[in-house]
């Protein structure tokens, strides 16, 4: 399984970008998916996720009501909607697919099975 990010750039405080992660696979309606990232020196967070079903999401507190996941499963795509981009919110992002049933998504990085090779988000002020 290849996982592949894009849609990363530099945009302005307030302003909204769209990430996007294609996966090679055949069963992506299968996986739970979720965006994590990470700004430079620190560790890695869990930013939003989203049940294989799609019919549950869940955010950060820190992203909550700014940023929206959402998935298209005919296009083995899954989004991250960014709005009022903050210059906190500046990091490398990635999409992580997680093999495991289940009516929740994994808070640890370890319960993920294929990572992106991540984009980077800059948010200046």
């Known amino acids: 399984v290849q996982l592949q990010a894009s849609g990363g750039g530099l945009v302005q405080a307030g302003g909204s970008l769209r990430l996007s992660c294609v996966a090679s696979v055949g069963t992506f309606s299968r996986y739970a998916m979720a965006w994590w990232r990470q700004a430079p020196g620190k560790e890695r967070k869990f930013v939003a996720g989203i049940t294989w079903s799609g019919r549950n999401t869940y955010y950060a507190d820190f992203v909550k009501g700014r940023f929206a996941i959402s998935r298209d499963d005919a296009k083995n795509t899954v989004h991250l909607q960014m709005n009022s981009l903050e210059p906190e919110d500046t990091a490398v992002y990635y999409c992580?697919?997680?093999?495991?049933?289940?009516?929740?998504?994994?808070?640890?990085?370890?319960?993920?099975?294929?990572w992106g090779q991540g984009t980077l988000v800059t948010v200046s002020s």
């Open positions: 992580a697919a997680d093999a495991s049933y289940g009516d929740s998504v994994d808070y640890d990085e370890r319960g993920y099975d294929y």
